[in-house]
């Protein structure tokens, strides 16, 4: 009886932390398996902080002595240090490029970045890797140690500078130049455009033509109305793009231009938006992020009202906050898989639901 008493309380102590971690497991992860890896994050890291916390427990309840509680404690800490220390090649070492990307945050869902040759839209921020969603709308998972390894570029939302190239001969003023080419940025939709002369080569005069794009969105689309409107604005003011040595070898005469005949534009009167299909996931999982901020701050915002409304007003203030709530969970549930929803939809429904709880 003394063995089976000595015995019960550790037996008792391991099963109910291995029920507290089942149970936590699944109404955490296993209740909603289809969580996007940006919502999985931070309950991931509780499950992590609870096992870690069961087994101090387990050990605790051990029935051995003090110095051997604590050299087994000791124990786990050299373990746990271990694997920091060796993470390099492992798991753990994504897991912690994971916490340290949320604590720098160098992008958001959404955003377009550049890392080595990969280039896409954010759709998902997880654990152990970052999703992006390219320009063919193919998806993409990079670990976040790669991440943390290699410069990342984030265009930022509230615009970027897109450029063009072209390569003129030294018989056409640069004035002349300059002034077709910023009217083809200002054609194409671009502020603040502005000449740069890059080299002057052998046989040709470089020139780059830039500008100001706030809606980033459109960045694909934007790159290609600005090669278009240079082309377009070029071939009005009778300016070949070509070098002095190509005609020189083509043999062509000087009075010859080589600029193609101007033709009937029968171009279509709706106009595919590619960046609408190339990045859907991420277009979705931006707006669904932005609603899903904007939800929080007016239940913070509500808050701070009812400490300081009159008892009278404070009922209808609780209840625009039980909307707001009710409308989150509603968001969560409905975009548990953005890749199941088009993202005009999604984005919105969203929008539609925020604007509803604001009026009220």
């Given at each position: ?74 124990l786990i800490g050299l373990v746990i240090s271990g694997i920091i220390a060796l ?274």
């Open positions: 009886m003394d063995q089976f008493m000595t015995i019960l309380p550790p037996v008792l102590t391991i099963t109910a932390v291995i029920a507290t971690l089942g149970a936590s497991y699944w109404l955490l992860l296993g209740k909603n398996p289809n969580l996007g890896n940006e919502r999985r994050f931070p309950r991931q890291i509780l499950l992590l902080g609870l096992t870690i916390a069961g087994l101090l427990t387990i050990v605790f309840a051990l029935p051995i002595s003090e110095n051997s509680r604590n050299q087994l404690i000791g993470s390099s090649t492992s798991i753990v070492s994504n897991l912690m490029a994971g916490i340290l990307l949320r604590i720098t945050m160098p992008f958001r869902t959404g955003d377009f970045i550049k890392a080595a040759d990969f280039f896409g839209r954010v759709s998902e921020r997880g654990l152990f890797d970052t999703e992006i969603q390219t320009e063919t709308r193919d998806l993409i998972a990079l670990p976040n140690t790669f991440l943390i390894t290699n410069p990342v570029t984030t265009i930022r939302s509230s615009g970027t500078i897109i450029s063009a190239t072209v390569s003129l001969g030294y018989d056409v003023h640069h004035s002349e130049i300059e002034t077709a080419l910023i009217r083809a940025a200002e054609n194409s939709g671009l502020e603040e455009p502005f000449v740069h002369i890059l080299e002057l080569g052998n046989f040709s005069v470089n020139y780059r033509i830039s500008g100001l794009l706030k809606e980033v969105k459109t960045l694909i689309t934007a790159k290609s109305d600005l090669f278009q409107h240079v082309l377009d604005a070029l071939h009005e003011q009778n300016i070949e793009i070509m070098s002095p040595g190509i005609m020189n070898q083509r043999r062509i005469p000087e009075d010859k231009k080589v600029i193609p005949a101007r033709s009937i534009n029968n171009k279509p009167e709706t106009r595919t938006n590619a960046e609408t299909i190339a990045f859907d996931k991420a277009e979705a999982a931006e707006a669904v992020e932005k609603t899903r901020q904007n939800l929080l701050q007016d239940i913070e915002r509500l808050e701070a009202e009812m400490s300081e409304a009159p008892e009278e007003a404070k009922q209808q203030i609780t209840k625009k906050i039980e909307e707001c709530r009710i409308n989150l969970q509603s968001l969560d549930k409905e975009t548990e898989n953005a890749e199941q929803y088009p993202p005009e939809e999604t984005t919105a429904e969203s929008r539609q639901k925020h604007e509803s709880t604001t009026e009220k």
